[in-house]
C-alpha cells in the first residue's frame, strides 16, 4: 500500500505528496524518522561511502578509516540508517556489509518535492 513515504509511481508523477495532501501522522513520524538520520553529517557521509563503494556494498571494516571514528561508532550510525530504510545489514561471519536501499533515497526526494506537476 503506499505511503506518503513510499508512493506509488502515478502519485510521484502526479505530484508531489506534501503538496497534495497533507501527510498522516504514521507518515509524519516515518518521515521525520528518516530525515534525523540523515541530518547526521557522519551519517551522510557513511551514506554516500557506501553508495560509492566497489559494488554497492561496504563492510563495516572498509568505513572506520573513512570517517576517523571506532568500529563501535560506525555500527551505531550504520545502525541508525539501517532503522531508517536507507541501509540493508548483510551479515557474513564476524562482519556486517551494508548497502543502500533502491529507491529509498528517491521516496524521500518525492515527498519533499514542492513543484506541481500538472
Not at 12 to 33: G, K, M, T, Y
Not at 77 to 98: E, I, P
Amino acid at each position: 500500500m503506499p505511503t506518503a513515504l513510499h508512493p506509488t509511481a502515478e502519485a510521484q508523477a502526479c505530484c508531489a505528496p506534501l503538496v497534495a495532501a497533507p501527510i498522516s501522522a504514521q507518515d509524519a513520524e516515518a518521515l521525520a524518522r528518516t530525515l534525523k538520520a540523515l541530518a547526521d553529517p557522519t551519517r551522510l557521509r557513511l551514506l554516500s561511502l557506501v553508495a560509492a563503494h566497489e559494488g554497492g556494498e561496504a563492510c563495516v571494516c572498509d568505513l572506520t578509516d573513512p570517517v576517523g571514528l571506532s568500529q563501535p561508532t560506525v555500527s551505531h550510525h550504520l545502525k541508525v540508517l539501517v532503522d531508517a530504510g536507507l541501509l540493508t545489514r548483510d551479515k557474513r561471519g564476524v562482519w556486517a556489509y551494508y548497502a543502500v536501499v533502491p529507491g529509498a533515497l528517491d521516496a524521500v526526494a518525492a515527498v519533499l518535492d514542492t513543484q506541481l506537476r500538472r
